[in-house]
């Protein structure tokens, strides 16, 4: 019975040693989110509770968006249907040579329907990893015949799109000076690789 009884000890020890391990978890998350949330802020300017909400708010919305991918420049016909949507965007990923093949949640145009417009497709995924597994792909796009016009990017805020906008005008003007190299954005910064270089990588990868 001694034995028994230490035993339960130590197994509701055990599981009491788990919640505090969760609770310290939980609460270095938020302590992460209130620092984040503090350097972005004016200084002297008080921490108050709405502001941590908001700032919870602006990373679940960051993590929900990380799972979507979107696609530009995909021609859109004037009846398109759902399946036929899907069947290009399926199209896409097998061009990017991202393998396995990624399963997709919804996909579907946003945006208002004009004519002569083709309207970006926001693409869903299982997690963060998958669509940065695309983009890291889609370079290979380059080589297809069909789809060398699409441009594929991570779902930005409005924010995002109109700084991201200013560095594909700055790029643009990097190229009309210097053709000879290639030009790219990432971890939002104009980088820049020899064009020879650049092929045998995406050659050998």
């Known amino acids: 019975?001694?034995?028994?009884?230490?035993?339960?000890?130590?197994?509701?020890?055990?599981?009491?040693?788990?919640?505090?391990?969760?609770?310290?978890?939980?609460?270095?998350?938020?302590?992460?989110?209130v620092k984040k949330?503090?350097?972005?802020?004016p200084s002297g300017k008080p921490l108050t509770e709405n502001s941590i909400k908001q700032a919870v708010r602006t990373v679940n919305e960051e993590k929900k968006r990380s799972k979507y991918l979107m696609i530009y420049g995909c021609h859109e016909?004037?009846?398109?249907?759902?399946?036929e949507l899907n069947k290009v965007v399926k199209?896409?990923?097998?061009?990017?040579?991202?393998?396995?093949?990624?399963?997709?949640g919804e996909v579907y145009r946003i945006g208002r329907k004009?004519?002569?417009?083709?309207?970006?497709?926001?693409?869903?995924?299982?997690?963060?990893?998958?669509?940065?597994?695309?983009?890291?792909?889609?370079?290979?796009?380059?080589d297809s015949d069909s789809f060398k016009h699409v441009y594929l990017g991570p779902d930005r805020t409005k924010e995002e799109q109109l700084a991201h906008s200013k560095l594909v005008k700055e790029m643009k003007q990097m190229i009309q000076k210097d053709s000879n190299k290639h030009y790219f954005i990432?971890?939002?910064?104009?980088?820049?690789?020899?064009k020879t270089l650049s092929s045998q990588t995406s050659q050998s990868s």
């Open 77 to 83: 016909s004037d009846k398109e249907a759902d399946f």
């Open 114 to 142: 004009e004519p002569g417009k083709n309207r970006p497709i926001k693409v869903e995924f299982g997690c963060a990893s998958e669509v940065d597994l695309i983009l890291m792909r889609a370079r290979n796009l380059r």
């Open 37 to 41: 949330n503090t350097a972005q802020r």
């Open 1 to 33: 019975a001694v034995v028994s009884t230490q035993s339960g000890h130590y197994g509701r020890e055990g599981q009491m040693n788990s919640v505090q391990e969760t609770v310290k978890s939980e609460m270095k998350s938020w302590t992460d989110v």
């Open 91 to 104: 199209d896409i990923l097998y061009g990017t040579d991202a393998f396995p093949v990624l399963r997709t």
């Open 186 to 194: 990432r971890d939002r910064k104009i980088c820049t690789a020899d």
